[in-house]
């Protein structure tokens, strides 16, 4: 076809509905012409003039004149085509060659588009035959088809220059795009115009190749981040042509709602992996899905032996074979926290705010840690959000009393309010009753535990280092501990 001398819109046209060769050309009736769509009369008519300037070429000599033409050729990541080539002038193994020829592989361009994992999962491809492919293919040099015959329209260049800025940041299929950019950009009046531009963007986005490409790219970058990224740090890497915030964040709600991206505590995309139990939960042999349920539900495994009539030691077996099978779980960012320090169950669902199956499944996968859990607040692994966590755990025996964190007992909350209202003296009366003013504001009153005793407690507060007594059973705070001896006895003289 291209040794035809048709025009870049018509040549386009032809081959985006599949007619490549000049047989192909020829069996076009009347009825195929006018159902192409966007051929429009003048193409129509270029044609038909073509066909008959065709017919009067011999047709022995007009075999040998475009067999060559005919050639296997393939788009390029480019935009560009290149010759194809059959695997058989690869230098494969025998193994590898008949592997790829019984899944159907039969040219180079089939195989640019597999992936690692998608080579592996062909019938009878081992590791040294996916290994031998990837080798060979590295190998190949392509050959760009020249196509200096045919003017390139500024359409097409535009198609070229886009798809290829998109490929460089997200894959996409070559193949799916370049055709339909191409088709899109032929029926905008001006391709420059502002409104042109959105337009182009939006049907970029709704493509299901770059949409699909788009969310690999997310995936791809998100994973290298641990702490999660933000939705400005993505758009910031995203080739020129897709830069459209209003697009990009419609784009990203909707990874939301389809539950393949998170927003954790910081307002940071993370990539979504299943829980523990929604990963029992979907374990085929349901007999041992019932028994990690139970596990994780805190029973032992003595008392699950005991349920389903089988030793304690074929429970573990069972526990430790799916556990090791699991793929990486949401609970899993806890490891570093779990396998590093003390921490119990208790103080886990205290700071943490989770679930008692998200500790036993940390229990199972990973050894518990011996570091001291206040060490933790000076851990730089840790990230803010989990320092918080953390100080509720640290903290979780005091109350916070206008921004002083203040333990929470008898002693602790006296000598607090001591201080801050009985520098001036203060009657026990007086303290008492702020003191149970106190209580009440923390819902403490009813706790038997910081109940003052009159008699009892106010010779205890007698006999204090942070208490001075006045005349008339006055007192007032004063920290002796604080303060050395001659210096004490010097501010007296």
Request: proline content about 2%; overall charge neutral.
């Given at each position: 076809?291209k040794?035809?001398?048709?025009?870049?819109?018509?040549?386009?046209?032809?081959?985006?509905?599949?007619?490549?060769?000049?047989?192909q050309?020829?069996?076009?009736?009347?009825?195929?012409?006018?159902?192409?769509?966007?051929?429009?009369?003048?193409?129509?008519?270029?044609?038909?003039q073509?066909?008959?300037?065709?017919?009067?070429i011999?047709?022995?000599?007009?075999?040998?004149?475009?067999?060559?033409?005919?050639?296997?050729?393939?788009?390029?990541?480019d935009?560009?085509?290149?010759?194809?080539?059959?695997?058989?002038e690869?230098?494969?193994?025998?193994?590898?060659?008949?592997?790829?020829?019984?899944?159907?592989?039969?040219?180079?361009?089939q195989?640019?588009?597999?992936?690692?994992?998608?080579?592996?999962?062909?019938?009878?491809?081992?590791?040294?035959?996916?290994?031998?492919?990837?080798?060979?293919?590295?190998k190949?040099?392509?050959?760009?088809?020249?196509?200096?015959?045919?003017?390139?329209?500024?359409?097409?260049?535009?198609?070229?220059?886009?798809?290829?800025?998109?490929?460089?940041?997200?894959?996409?299929?070559?193949?799916?795009?370049?055709?339909?950019?191409?088709?899109?950009l032929?029926?905008?009046?001006?391709?420059?115009?502002?409104?042109?531009?959105?337009?182009?963007?939006?049907e970029?986005?709704?493509?299901?190749?770059?949409?699909?490409?788009?969310?690999?790219?997310?995936?791809?970058?998100?994973?290298?981040?641990?702490d999660g990224?933000?939705?400005?740090?993505?758009?910031?890497?995203?080739?020129?042509?897709?830069?459209?915030?209003d697009?990009?964040?419609?784009?990203?709600?909707?990874?939301?709602?389809?539950?393949?991206?998170v927003?954790?505590?910081e307002?940071?995309y993370?990539?979504r992996?299943?829980?523990?139990?929604?990963?029992?939960?979907?374990?085929?042999?349901?007999?041992?899905?019932?028994?990690?349920?139970?596990?994780?539900?805190?029973?032992?495994?003595?008392?699950?032996?005991?349920?389903?009539?089988?030793?304690?030691?074929?429970?573990?077996?069972i526990?430790?074979?799916?556990?090791?099978?699991?793929?990486?779980?949401q609970?899993d960012?806890?490891?570093?926290?779990?396998?590093?320090?003390?921490?119990?169950?208790?103080?886990?669902?205290?700071?943490?705010?989770?679930n008692?199956?998200?500790?036993?499944?940390?229990?199972?996968?990973y050894?518990?840690?011996?570091?001291?859990?206040?060490?933790?607040?000076?851990?730089?692994?840790?990230?803010?959000?989990?320092?918080?966590?953390?100080?509720?755990?640290?903290?979780?025996?005091?109350?916070?009393?206008n921004g002083?964190?203040?333990?929470?007992?008898?002693?602790?909350?006296?000598?607090?309010?001591?201080?801050?209202?009985?520098?001036?003296?203060?009657?026990?009366?007086?303290?008492?009753?702020?003191?149970?003013?106190?209580?009440e504001?923390?819902?403490?009153?009813?706790?038997?535990?910081?109940?003052?005793?009159?008699?009892?407690?106010?010779?205890?507060?007698?006999?204090?280092?942070?208490?001075?007594?006045?005349?008339?059973?006055?007192?007032?705070?004063y920290?002796?501990?604080?303060?050395?001896?001659?210096?004490?006895?010097?501010?007296?003289?």
């Open positions: 076809m040794e035809l001398t048709l025009s870049g819109r018509t040549y386009n046209t032809l081959m985006r509905v599949g007619i490549t060769t000049i047989n050309l020829l069996a076009l009736s009347i009825d195929d012409l006018e159902s192409i769509k966007n051929l429009g009369q003048k193409g129509y008519e270029e044609i038909e073509t066909i008959r300037n065709i017919k009067v011999d047709k022995n000599n007009l075999k040998d004149k475009f067999q060559e033409s005919e050639q296997q050729t393939f788009l390029g990541n935009g560009k085509r290149y010759k194809d080539v059959e695997i058989s690869l230098q494969l193994s025998n193994r590898a060659y008949n592997c790829l020829k019984n899944n159907g592989i039969c040219y180079l361009s195989l640019l588009v597999k992936t690692e994992d998608e080579l592996f999962q062909m019938q009878n491809m081992g590791k040294k035959s996916v290994l031998d492919v990837l080798e060979q293919v590295k190949v040099q392509l050959i760009p088809i020249e196509s200096s015959d045919i003017p390139e329209s500024l359409e097409q260049k535009m198609c070229r220059d886009l798809v290829s800025e998109i490929n460089e940041i997200v894959p996409i299929q070559i193949k799916g795009v370049y055709p339909k950019l191409s088709n899109l032929e029926n905008i009046k001006d391709i420059n115009a502002v409104d042109s531009h959105d337009i182009i963007v939006s970029l986005y709704n493509m299901v190749e770059v949409n699909q490409g788009l969310r690999c790219f997310v995936f791809q970058f998100i994973e290298k981040k641990e990224v933000s939705e400005r740090r993505l758009f910031e890497q995203l080739p020129n042509c897709l830069k459209n915030k697009f990009f964040h419609q784009f990203m709600l909707d990874m939301l709602q389809d539950k393949c991206l927003l954790n505590e307002n940071l993370e990539k992996y299943p829980t523990v139990l929604e990963y029992v939960q979907n374990i085929e042999d349901e007999r041992a899905s019932r028994i990690l349920l139970l596990l994780l539900d805190g029973m032992t495994l003595q008392d699950v032996g005991k349920q389903y009539n089988v030793s304690r030691e074929r429970i573990r077996q526990k430790k074979r799916y556990i090791s099978k699991a793929p990486k779980l609970e960012k806890y490891a570093y926290i779990f396998q590093k320090y003390n921490l119990l169950r208790e103080d886990f669902l205290l700071g943490f705010d989770n008692v199956a998200t500790y036993n499944y940390l229990s199972m996968a050894k518990r840690g011996n570091e001291n859990v206040e060490q933790m607040l000076e851990d730089p692994g840790l990230s803010e959000h989990e320092k918080v966590c953390v100080e509720k755990i640290i903290y979780k025996n005091y109350v916070t009393l002083e964190r203040v333990l929470k007992t008898r002693s602790g909350l006296s000598e607090y309010l001591l201080r801050t209202i009985g520098k001036k003296g203060i009657t026990f009366d007086e303290f008492k009753e702020l003191y149970q003013m106190l209580l504001d923390l819902g403490l009153e009813n706790n038997s535990k910081f109940t003052l005793m009159d008699r009892g407690y106010e010779n205890k507060m007698a006999a204090s280092n942070h208490v001075l007594w006045k005349h008339h059973k006055k007192m007032r705070y920290n002796i501990d604080s303060i050395h001896t001659n210096m004490m006895i010097c501010s007296k003289h």
